[in-house]
T-cell receptor, first 111, second 115 residues
Framework: KQEVTQIPAALSVPEGENLVLNCSFT??????LQWFRQDPGKGLTSLLL?????REQTSGRLNASLDKSSGRSTLYIAASLPGDSATYLC??????????FGAGTRLFVKA | EAQVTQNPRYLITVTGKKLTVTCSQN?????MSWYRQDPGLGLRQIYY???????DKGDVPEGYKVSRKEKRNFPLILESPSPNQTSLYFC??????????????FGEGSRLTVL
């Protein structure tokens, strides 16, 4: 059974720092991996989608990588801002159209 | 504007009173899905639909029903709600004509409290 783990569970950094969030999954047979941002009590906003055949995707200050063979993805945030404070979730799409989410990393960027 | 719309956004109800949470998308997506989010348990998939009249169970389907009679709508039905169904519910959709590779788009969420 596919399991998705995110480390760390929480992270506090000063503004301007570069940071890396980690996502690992147990079964490499995935179709894609998607990173989301969730603000408290709000919906999920899609950040980056990486298909299984891709190695990375970039959008502005965000870069996501995927290593299917090792079951890992990282989300790199450059020059963090207080507005980046949120919970970041990764999700893998598996065969059978199921989606499995990690528990998330709660990020706090101090001004 | 491309979006997934859920209603109601907030609902307080009592045990046993049937309720329906609606979900509608305007992106002509084949795939739609429901999730619940609970503290400490994260997001878990309830049901999903690959297309009209095609649905399947996710990881936590007990106590829920769904139907997909139209491509744009995917309502979640709680026939006899119980307090353990108090949760934040999300609907999502994506393209799926080439397999489950499409980007998932989420609604704003529906916070349900069952007393």
């Amino acid at each position: 059974k596919q399991e998705v783990t995110q480390i760390p569970a929480a992270l506090s950094v000063p503004e301007g720092e570069n940071l890396v969030l980690n996502c690992s999954f147990t079964d490499s047979a995935i179709y894609n991996l998607q990173w989301f941002r969730q603000d408290p009590g709000k919906g999920l906003t899609s950040l980056l989608l990486i298909q299984s055949s891709q190695r990375e995707q970039t959008s502005g200050r965000l870069n996501a990588s995927l290593d299917k063979s090792s079951g890992r993805s990282t989300l790199y945030i450059a020059a963090s801002l207080p507005g980046d404070s949120a919970t970041y979730l990764c999700a893998v799409r598996t065969g059978g159209f199921k989606t499995i989410f990690g528990a998330g990393t709660r990020l706090f960027v101090k001004a | 504007e491309a979006q997934v719309t859920q209603n109601p956004r907030y609902l307080i109800t009592v045990t046993g009173k049937k309720l329906t949470v609606t979900c509608s998308q305007n992106m002509n997506h084949e795939y739609m899905s429901w999730y619940r989010q609970d503290p400490g348990l994260g997001l878990r998939q309830i049901y999903y639909s690959m297309n009209v009249e095609v649905t399947d169970k996710g990881d936590v389907p007990e106590g829920y029903k769904v139907s997909r009679k139209e491509k744009r709508n995917f309502p979640l039905i709680l026939e006899s709600p119980s307090p353990n169904q108090t949760s934040l519910y999300f609907c999502a959709s994506s393209y799926s004509s080439g397999g489950p590779t499409g980007e998932l788009f989420f609604g704003e969420g529906s916070r349900l409290t069952v007393l």
